[in-house]
């Protein structure tokens, strides 16, 4: 007989609820406990859940006929791929605030970079007009002494 959907969700969430009350005071029960269950053991896999991408996966157990250890298999792997991801998020997360602090050294030395140019014009700007005053200064002087005809023009 085939259970419909309906049915197959009933049955897991009674396997929940057993599960919940099981695992309220037994958090260190070991998995010897579970396989030496005289209840026979069955999951029913709504059609949702690709069999294949499971077995692909975890290719050491059988999702078609999910044992204790099947269920075990899962949940380890499960943990690893959460530590994983956090890992992972670290990493990320490392790799944006070393971004972040190269954005920011980089913007310091433009902005550094901005400073000197800054003052490199101004001191440039500065020694145009003193030379333009020792020309300005030349110019008259020797006006002076042409007006005192001590030098001739050429």
């Known amino acids: 007989m085939v259970k419909t959907r309906r049915k197959s969700k009933a049955a897991a969430a009674a396997a929940v609820a057993a599960s ?3 695992h309220d005071g037994a958090s260190t029960q070991g998995t010897e406990d579970i396989s030496m269950s005289t209840h026979p053991f069955t999951i029913p896999i709504p059609i949702d859940i690709d069999i294949d991408a499971l077995a692909n996966i975890i290719p050491e157990v059988s999702f078609t006929n999910p044992t204790p250890d099947t269920i075990v298999a899962v949940y380890r792997l ?3 791929q959460v530590a994983e991801n956090d890992a992972t998020q670290r990493d990320l997360e490392d790799a944006r605030a070393a971004l972040d602090r190269r954005d920011i050294e980089l ?3 433009v902005q550094d970079g901005e400073t000197k140019s800054q003052d490199l014009e101004s001191a440039l700007e500065s020694v145009q007009n003193e030379l333009n005053a020792v020309k ?4 008259q ?3 002076g002494l042409i ?5 001739w023009i050429h």
Do not use: K, S, V
Request: hydrophobic share 45%; no cysteine.
């Open 141 to 143: 002087i020797r006006r």
């Open 107 to 109: 913007d310091q030395t």
């Open 20 to 22: 919940e009350a099981d």
């Open 147 to 151: 007006m005192l005809g001590m030098i």
């Open 78 to 80: 499960l943990l690893a």
């Open 136 to 139: 300005n200064d030349r110019d």
